[in-house]
């Protein structure tokens, strides 16, 4: 697990609107497949896993977002 010194936030996606149905099915298809035959190993791995492949699918076929660069989150209070 990474701390919050070595964190790096990614770009976000330019995911389509929630009323583009056909575009979010076909997506739901493909991951569907994809992630049936990549899911193996430990529950840790196949989070990693998971989140991995549905970033870049997803960045693969909507695109990044330009524009505003991304701040860190706040650290928590007492934290340097």
Same mark, same amino acid.
Do not use: C, H
């Given at each position: 697990?990474?701390?919050?010194?070595?964190?790096?936030?990614?770009?976000?996606?330019?995911?389509?609107?929630?009323?583009?149905? &056909?575009?979010?099915?076909? =997506?739901? /298809?493909?991951?569907?497949?994809?992630?049936?035959?990549?899911?193996? *190993?430990?529950?840790?791995?196949?989070?990693?896993?998971?989140?991995?492949?549905?970033?870049?699918?997803? &960045?693969?076929?909507?695109? =990044?977002? /330009?524009?505003?660069?991304?701040?860190?989150?706040?650290?928590?209070? *007492?934290?340097?």
């Amino acid at each position: 697990m990474q701390d919050a010194a070595t964190r790096t936030r990614k770009k976000r996606i330019m995911w389509p609107n929630a009323s583009d149905k &056909k575009s979010w099915k076909q =997506l739901d /298809e493909n991951l569907d497949i994809i992630l049936e035959t990549t899911l193996q *190993g430990p529950v840790d791995q196949k989070l990693t896993t998971l989140t991995t492949v549905i970033y870049t699918v997803g &960045k693969e076929r909507f695109g =990044l977002e /330009e524009g505003v660069a991304r701040k860190e989150p706040p650290k928590p209070y *007492g934290q340097s």
